[in-house]
């Protein structure tokens, strides 16, 4: 098989969820696949994470505006390399293409109503954009690949697709991510003392980031510890706004914001923390949470879409619209310690049901059952 990925920006240095998952497929299937041919098509960048192997053609293709670049340029150097299977991986493919697809439809979030408290043109543009592209595209792909039960359901209930199109395929996480003894020299560029709580969120509304606070200043109120707060990517203008909407001044002097924490990172920060907060409205499949699982870091997460089906029965769940909740099962996890070493347990063993590997090797059966379809 000639199989082209499209990868447009695993190249950038500050990358985000779809940009790792389509890396770490393409690492594994590497050192899985020496017998198909690869053509994997990126924009140029300066984290150059992936190199060429024998049957593995890294193709950088210029082009930084993404639209343009997947419609127009893309199925033209797919065309030219004699791509037979092209495997488009962020949700959206050319509307124009030639050549069978495959297409990874992480979520579709953007059939939801959009809240319309998002300032975000980038986050708002992208929403647009599937929509325009995503009806377009469905009846051209051979098959479309998602991430959790949650979702293909969602999928199929919503989209009306034949369930023989759709495919399951579940996330891993890195083996790196696990507990680790020394980790003063990395979490201290963040965080001078360890034991803080961890929270990874946005300006996108579903991250729940207003009523995480919300729940975090009920905390401080009622805890006798009081741990200080890590979030990571979050701009100050938001959590300034967040602050004085709600009266939560308490907070302030207790949240550190040091911005976008690299990958090579979050292992050292997440041993670090006392807990991890995963508080999101929804999520198509959550690759934090089971990070945070795997370094032995009890989570605190939602009882919504996918969150139950990858944290597992025995996960802390909540319900992400309710502060009170979010706090109680903090104040639980400090206050009960046989129930916080039963959590660190539960995420360890949660974690060791996910993999890189499985995922590739699912990937890889796909991408064979679609090639014979095609040659028969």
Same mark, same amino acid.
């Given at each position: 098989?000639?199989?082209?990925? @499209?990868?447009? #920006?695993? +190249?950038?240095?500050?990358?985000? !969820?779809?940009?790792?998952?389509? /890396?770490? %497929?393409?690492?594994? =299937? ?20 992936? @190199?060429?192997? #024998?049957? +593995?053609?890294?193709?950088?293709? !210029?082009?930084?505006?993404?639209? /343009?670049? %997947?419609?127009?340029? =893309? ?302």
């Amino acid at each position: 098989m000639k199989i082209g990925i @499209e990868a447009q #920006r695993i +190249f950038r240095e500050n990358k985000h !969820g779809m940009d790792y998952v389509v /890396l770490q %497929e393409i690492l594994e =299937l590497q050192k899985l696949d020496y017998k198909n041919e690869y053509f994997i098509f990126v924009a140029p960048g300066p984290d150059r994470c992936v @190199e060429d192997t #024998r049957n +593995f053609h890294v193709i950088e293709v !210029g082009g930084s505006f993404y639209p /343009l670049w %997947e419609q127009y340029t =893309l199925p033209k150097v797919a065309s030219e390399a004699g791509v037979e299977l092209l495997h488009c991986t962020s949700n959206t493919a050319p509307i124009h293409c030639d050549m069978p697809l495959i297409l990874t439809l992480h979520d579709i979030i953007f059939l939801e109503p959009r809240d319309k408290r998002n300032r975000s043109l980038y986050q708002n543009m992208g929403w647009l954009y599937r929509r325009l592209v995503v009806p377009r595209v469905l009846k051209k792909c051979r098959r479309i690949i998602t991430v959790s039960k949650f979702e293909k359901a969602n999928i199929l209930s919503k989209l009306g697709l034949p369930e023989k199109q759709v495919a399951m395929i579940y996330n891993g996480y890195n083996k790196w991510f696990r507990p680790l003894e020394d980790t003063d020299c990395v979490y201290a560029k963040y965080m001078a003392e360890r034991g803080y709580l961890f929270f990874l969120g946005n300006t996108d509304p579903k991250k729940n980031t207003e009523r995480t606070l919300i729940a975090y200043s009920k905390y401080l109120e009622q805890s006798t510890i009081k741990r200080k707060l890590l979030m990571a990517d979050l701009d100050r203008q938001y959590l300034d706004d967040i602050i004085g909407r709600n009266h939560i001044e308490n907070i302030r002097p207790m949240i550190e914001m040091p911005g976008y924490i690299v990958n090579s990172d979050l292992p050292y920060v997440y041993n670090g923390a006392f807990a991890f907060l995963y508080t999101s409205l929804r999520e198509s499949f959550g690759i934090p949470l089971l990070e945070a699982m795997a370094c032995g870091t009890p989570v605190i997460t939602s009882n919504t879409s996918s969150m139950p089906e990858i944290g597992g029965k025995d996960a802390i769940l909540v319900n992400p619209e309710s502060a009170d909740d979010i706090c109680a099962q903090l104040l639980r996890l400090e206050n009960d310690e046989a129930f916080y070493q039963q959590q660190v347990q539960v995420g360890l063993r949660r974690a060791k049901e996910f993999s890189w590997e499985f995922t590739a090797e699912q990937l890889l059966i796909l991408y064979e059952i679609v090639y014979k379809e095609i040659k028969d």
